[in-house]
C-alpha cells in the first residue's frame, strides 16, 4: 500500500492572504471536522472507560476479581474496547494534527509567509492550556504531549514523500520497540539474566500498585487540592515513565497525516478513491489480523496462561501499534468513502460541530467525568461497569452534539478555540457570528 504518486506538487490551497488569520468557517472542510468528532466520540470512550472510571488504577487481583464477577456483556464489551476502542481513535486524532500542520504551511506558502513563527507561537499557547489542564484537573492531557512533539514536524517540512513514509514506519513499529526493550537488556545485564529481570519487574510492580492505591483513594474520597496533588504525583511519579514509546509512535502518526495533508488526499477526495478503497482493504487485513492476536493474548493472560510480566511480552508492541494504526485507517477510509454518498454525508455532517469545537469538547470532556466520577462531584468511579460507563458516556457526547450545534450557530469559535487563536495571533479575535445578510426587496413597475 503506498500513496498514489503524482509528477507535479499539488496544488497549493486557494488562500489569497496578506497577513496570517484563523481559518474561516466557509474555509474548513468539512470532512475533516467530521473526522475530528468521530475521534473525539472515541477518545471520550476511552478515557472515561480506562481512567474516570478508575480501571487504569486498578492491581492485578482487583481486576480479576472484577473480570470474574462481570456479566457477559460487560466481559464482551471490554474485550470489544480493547480491540476496536483504545488507541484507535488518539491515532486519528493524531493523524489529523500532522493533516492540520501540512494545511498551515500551505496557507503560510500561499501568503508568502514563513511557517514557523506563527506555528511555534500556536505551539506555545497550546502547551499554555494543556499543562493548566494537566496540573489543574487530569494526568491524562494529552495537549501538552502534542505541543512538544509538534516542534519536530518542522524538521519534516521538506522532506520527500519516501523518507516521510520510512520515518514514520521506523517511528510507530521499531522505536517502541527499542525503547522498550533497551531498557530490560540492561536489566538483564546487571541483574545476571531472566530471572533477576523478572525480579525488578515484580518490585517495580509492587510499587506501582501501591502508588495506585494511593491515587485511586484520593480520586473516590479526596476534595478537588487532594485531587490535584494525587495527580501530579502519579503523573510524575508513574504515568510519565511509561511514554517514552508512545511519544516515537505519536510523532510516527504525525507523519502520516502531514503526507496525505501535502498529498490533498482529503481536499481532493473524490479523485483519490481509489486510493481509499485499498486502503480500507489493506487496514481490514492488517487491523483484523493483529487485533485478533491481541485478543488472543488478551484472553491467555487474564486466564493465566501467560505472565503478564513475562520480559519477553514487549515483543509484541509492533502487533499492538499494527493494530491501532489498522483500526484507525479502517475508521478513516470508511469514513472517507460514505462521506461520498449523499444520505451518509447528511448523516456524518451532524459530528462536524464537534469536530470544530473540538479543544473546547474534548476540556469539557474532562470537568464532566470528573464531576460525574471523582468524590468530589457525584464519585461513581469504581462503581460503574464497563457496558454502563460506556453507555453513559455516548448519552455525554450526544449533548455534546446539541451543544456544539446550539454555540456554532451563534459564535465563530469555541470558547476555548477562541481564546487559543486570540493568544497565537495576538489580539481578541471577532467572536459572534456576523448577521446574516438581508435579501434586498425585489419591485416591479
Sequence with gaps: MSFPVMSQPPPPLPVPLS?????????????????RGFALCGVFVSNVFMWFSGRAYLTRPQMEAAMASASWLDTA???????????????IFSFLFGLGFSVQMIRAEARGAAIAPLYMRRLCVMFLIGITHLLGLWLGDILTTYATLGFALLLFRKRADKTLLIWAAVLIVVLPLVMAGVPKLVQMIQSGGAEGVAEAAKAAMERSNQARTEVLEAFTHGTYFEVVRANARYYFGQFVQNMVPL????LGRFLLGFLAGRRR???????????????????????????????????MMRNKMID?????????????????????AVYV??????????????RLLVLAPVGRMAL??????????????????LGL???????????????????????????????????????WRSLTYGKAQPMRQPPAPVAAAVTTA
Aim: charged residues 10%; positive net charge; aromatic residues 16%.
Design 308 to 328: 503478564p510480566q513475562a520480559p519477553w511480552l514487549f515483543l509484541t508492541l509492533p502487533v499492538r501499534q499494527l493494530n491501532e494504526v489498522g483500526v484507525a
Design 19 to 35: 497577513e496570517a488569520r484563523p481559518v474561516d468557517a466557509s474555509e474548513r472542510l468539512a470532512l475533516l471536522d467530521v473526522l
Design 265 to 299: 488526499l482529503f481536499h481532493d477526495a473524490p479523485q483519490h478513491l481509489a486510493f481509499f478503497r485499498k486502503l480500507l482493504g489493506w487496514s481490514l487485513a492488517i487491523g483484523g489480523l493483529a487485533a485478533g492476536a491481541g485478543l488472543v493474548l488478551q484472553y
Design 360 to 377: 473546547t469538547n474534548y476540556l469539557s470532556q474532562t470537568v464532566i467525568s470528573l464531576f460525574v466520577y471523582y468524590g468530589f462531584g
Design 77 to 91: 464489551v471490554s474485550y470489544g474496547a480493547g480491540a476496536l476502542v483504545f488507541g484507535k481513535f488518539i491515532t
Design 247 to 250: 511519544l516515537f509512535a505519536l
Design 381 to 419: 468511579i469504581g462503581k460503574v461497569g464497563p457496558a454502563a460507563s460506556i453507555g453513559l458516556t455516548l448519552a455525554i457526547f450526544c449533548v455534546q452534539v446539541v451543544f456544539s450545534h446550539w454555540w456554532l450557530a451563534r459564535f465563530r469559535f469555541g470558547p476555548a478555540e477562541w481564546v
Design 333 to 346: 477510509s470508511g469514513l472517507v468513502l460514505l462521506f461520498q454518498r449523499e444520505a451518509w454525508q447528511r
